[in-house]
């Protein structure tokens, strides 16, 4: 198959799923386009992609799924028997269902999946575990897994009818019980808005930053990442609350899974 573009789609709140896809992008060697799904101005976006194109779609794990707002606005896309890969970071506990509920989700949408990864990133609350993930030696195992999956990619003709590539989880997926996290301003707020534009699930007023709708928030921690003064952050208990109920589960440290 000659593929003329790789389009990156991506729902990443704090940039890493971002990064790991545009490093992806330069591997491939191909000429790509990005689609931040990200931004809240984008939630309703709609892409179809054409015949010689591939994308590659990107997401964070939540609470070992698909964060609720990408999956809502991935539908948004759809592609004609699309060759897709998929990539899921997380921050070294597990991603669980998270792949195969990505896959479940681009394959209805009409793509069809030919490669897939887990890959560890720093973690998104408690940036001391996994931090500097992806490290190098991370970096050389995605740009090997890139390399395997073009060479797959150029070599088929046409995509069977029939589904039988296989990633990691399980159906039904899992019940997601998140903590009720949100990040609050502190008292050097000065409203600058920066938060309320960047917040994914527009959770944040930007005349009162101080009263995150609690119902909205998704915990992403993007308002506390783009915060110029610092301000926003999550309370002392929540923070000892988090750390203590990962420190077991991440002390492991774990390696990226590909599946090709």
Request: hydrophobic share 35%.
């Amino acid at each position: 198959m000659i593929t003329e573009k790789i389009n990156l789609v991506y729902f990443s709140p704090t940039g890493s799923s971002k990064r790991v896809l545009q490093f992806i992008g330069k591997q491939t060697g191909i000429n790509s386009e990005e689609f931040d799904y990200t931004e809240y101005k984008n939630r309703d976006m709609n892409l179809n992609f054409k015949d010689k194109e591939a994308a590659i779609f990107g997401i964070p794990v939540y609470g070992g799924r698909v964060p609720g707002p990408a999956a809502q606005r991935f539908s948004n896309i759809t592609g004609n028997g699309t060759p897709a890969v998929l990539i899921a970071t997380y921050g070294n506990r597990e991603y669980e269902d998270a792949l195969i509920e990505l896959k479940d989700i681009v394959e209805e949408r009409g793509f069809k999946v030919i490669a897939a990864a887990a890959v560890v990133t720093e973690h998104s609350i408690v940036r001391t575990i996994a931090k500097g993930r992806p490290d190098s030696k991370d970096l050389k195992e995605i740009a090997e897994f890139t390399s395997r999956f073009m060479k797959k990619l150029e070599g088929i003709p046409s995509l069977p009818e029939t589904d039988d590539f296989q990633v990691k989880g399980n159906r039904p997926y899992k019940k997601v019980n998140p903590f009720p996290l949100n990040p609050r301003a502190g008292a050097d707020c000065t409203k600058c808005g920066v938060c309320a534009d960047a917040c994914p699930v527009n959770a944040i007023p930007p005349d009162s930053p101080e009263n995150t709708d609690k119902k909205l928030c998704i915990s992403c921690m993007r308002c506390v990442m783009v915060c110029p003064e610092g301000s926003r952050k999550l309370g002392s208990a929540e923070m000892q609350m988090v750390e203590k109920h990962l420190s077991d589960l991440c002390k492991t440290e774990k390696r990226a899974e590909f599946f090709m």
